[in-house]
């Protein structure tokens, strides 16, 4: 699918108009509900189609980030072949006691993905956590940035953020 058309389908079917709280803790008019685009086989293909070319060369292992970050992540090693990683918001406390499941990131270059990036901020945490770990962490890629600081907020953490579509593209479409 064309990114005109991604994007138009996108927004089409995610974009949702009222009062929101985001995870940063801001107040949002507009909001996008990832998981009608996650919910969607067809839709979702489209977009792992569309991130494989943003996978930065050299990435060894993609790690998508709870909960969103599951599917697209999943969605994005159909096309890549690249093997992946489950990351948990926080470590559990019981069994494997793993922050990520899946491949070992260990000493291995991962990319984060995320579905949308606001703040950056749960891709920072999660990049300091595994980069604790042993991962070696340098890039991420999300489905939508919506272009409030998260790019600018990452590059300070040493991350670069790949965005399938921003903001400006889903008003335009």
């Not at 005109?4 to 008019?29: E, M």
């Not at 499941?101 to 703040?119: F, K, N, P, Y």
């Amino acid at each position: 699918m064309d990114p005109v058309s991604l994007a138009a389908s996108v927004a089409a079917r995610c974009r949702l108009s009222g009062t929101f709280v985001l995870r940063s803790g801001r107040t949002a008019t507009e909001y996008f509900d990832k998981y009608q685009f996650e919910a969607d086989p067809v839709l979702l293909d489209a977009v792992g189609a569309g991130l494989a070319p943003l996978v930065p060369p050299g990435t060894e292992v993609l790690a998508g980030l709870e909960m969103g970050g599951i599917a697209v992540v999943v969605a994005l090693a159909r096309h890549t072949g690249l093997p992946c990683a489950f990351v948990r918001k926080a470590a559990k406390p019981y069994g494997t006691r793993r922050l990520a499941e899946g491949a070992d990131l260990t000493g291995r270059r991962v990319l984060l993905v995320e579905d949308v990036v606001t703040s950056g901020g749960q891709i920072a945490i999660s990049a300091g956590e595994l980069r604790s770990a042993g991962a070696l962490v340098e890039h991420a890629v999300c489905v939508i940035d919506r272009q409030e600081g998260g790019s600018a907020a990452l590059a300070a953490e040493g991350i670069t953020l790949h965005a399938l579509l921003t903001r400006e593209q889903l008003d335009a479409a």
